[in-house]
């Protein structure tokens, strides 16, 4: 699987963003996805995940009711929805598959886009 993330950029605080991750591979519709950030100087961490039938998602407990993830199996694209959004919510954010079902740990996905950037000013 081939995953490419785009949607980044700079918003106001209060704002929205959505990130797309659009996937390439035969078997996409039976791997569960998950979106990951880093911001300097601190580790990778899941922030929502979702399993192959959008009936199973997970979130992060500071993006919950902000963030919602969903997945188009039609378009092989996972969506971000990013609301009211905070400048400790600046990260470059990471989408990443596996096919072991969800999982809460980046050690858990196998295949990995590459980084977009959001920043979000105060």
């Known amino acids: 699987v081939q995953l490419q993330a785009f949607g980044g950029g700079l918003v106001q605080a209060g704002g929205s963003l959505r990130l797309s991750c659009a996937a390439s591979?035969?078997?996409?519709?039976?791997?569960?996805m998950g979106w990951f950030r880093q911001a300097p100087g601190k580790e990778r961490e899941l922030i929502a995940a979702i399993d192959w039938s959008s009936r199973s998602t997970l979130y992060e407990d500071s993006v919950k009711g902000r963030f919602t993830i969903s997945r188009d199996n039609a378009k092989i694209t996972v969506y971000l929805q990013m609301n009211s959004l905070k400048p400790e919510d600046t990260a470059v954010y990471y989408c990443a598959a596996t096919a072991r079902g969800v999982a809460g740990t980046a050690l858990g996905y196998d295949y990995w886009g590459q980084g977009t950037l959001v920043t979000v000013s105060s």
């Open positions: 591979g035969r078997t996409y519709s039976n791997y569960a």
